[in-house]
């Protein structure tokens, strides 16, 4: 459908006429793209870096062994199971103009004089929806990351306990070192899931405002279902496409060299 003219014209005529590279072609020269395609790489890189840092210090903290441990370890991972669509519109609701809570918290406290319009400012937009998406990931990067730590040898921390290592030591020279497939892939797999997020940015702020929180996802969905030149639509999803394939690639490349 990338390489051929999709529109409702060409299918209410039952055609579908192969263009080449026209579609890639219309796509580059929107300046849309190139907001929406720096929209994705900032939300991505933000998120994920923010969700394997927490995900990662509370897997730590998880991996310990204290009271309630499995209650603590069940409610962060409720977040996990809740459907998108539901956490976006929910956190819609907090950081509302009007009558959210984080406003409500925020004058109440004295931080601020007014309500900020988190959703309504483009300078606050795509920020308000990177925390949204952090929160939401934050469950997944625990999962694997927890998953790994209890794979790890105990005898060696033992030993490195009675050569006197503190707990950075052990965190930067055993921990991390030893982790670092299971890094690979929870980055990897954030990398690939945060790309694609639609439901989220689109509950919350449909691409807006100005275009401040359009991402590729949402620039494909517009496209074709909003313009309805779903030959374009595909084109963007091609890129998506290629741009994963890069990342996939690179964890391959990667994950052999530490074989080797």
Same mark, same amino acid.
């Given at each position: ?84 669509? =539901?956490?976006? *519109?929910?956190? /819609?609701?907090?950081?509302? &103009?009007?009558?959210? $809570?984080?406003? +409500? ?104 405002? =100005?275009?401040? *929180?359009?991402? /590729?996802?949402?620039?494909? &969905?517009?496209?074709? $279902?909003?313009? +309805? ?32």
């Amino acid at each position: 459908m990338a390489f051929q003219e999709v529109t409702l014209g060409t299918l209410a005529r039952g055609e579908r006429p192969f263009i080449g590279l026209e579609n890639f072609r219309n796509v580059f020269d929107d300046p849309a793209f190139f907001t929406a395609l720096q929209n994705s790489l900032i939300f991505t890189t933000a998120s994920v870096f923010f969700q394997f840092l927490i995900g990662m210090a509370l897997a730590l903290v998880l991996n310990e062994v204290f009271p309630l441990r499995h209650i603590f370890r069940g409610l962060l991972l409720s977040g996990w199971r809740i459907p998108p669509i =539901v956490s976006g *519109t929910v956190f /819609l609701w907090l950081f509302n &103009y009007d009558f959210g $809570f984080v406003n +409500f918290f925020l004058m109440k406290t004295g931080l601020t004089s007014e309500p900020v319009r988190w959703l309504l400012d483009q300078h606050y937009a795509l920020a308000t929806v990177i925390i949204t998406n952090i929160w939401l990931g934050i469950p997944f990067n625990i999962i694997l990351l927890a998953s790994g730590l209890t794979g790890l040898p105990e005898d060696i921390y033992e030993a490195a306990t009675v050569d006197g290592a503190n707990h950075f030591q052990k965190l930067r020279f055993m921990t991390l070192p030893l982790m670092k497939p299971t890094i690979l892939a929870t980055l990897m797999l954030g990398f690939i899931y945060t790309l694609r997020v639609f439901d989220v940015i689109w509950v919350m702020t449909g691409g807006g405002p =100005v275009n401040a *929180t359009e991402v /590729l996802p949402t620039l494909a &969905y517009r496209d074709s $279902f909003n313009r +309805f030149n779903f030959g374009e639509g595909a084109a963007i999803s091609v890129i998506m496409l290629c741009m994963l394939c890069v990342v996939a690639l690179f964890y391959v490349r990667t994950t052999n060299d530490e074989v080797m």
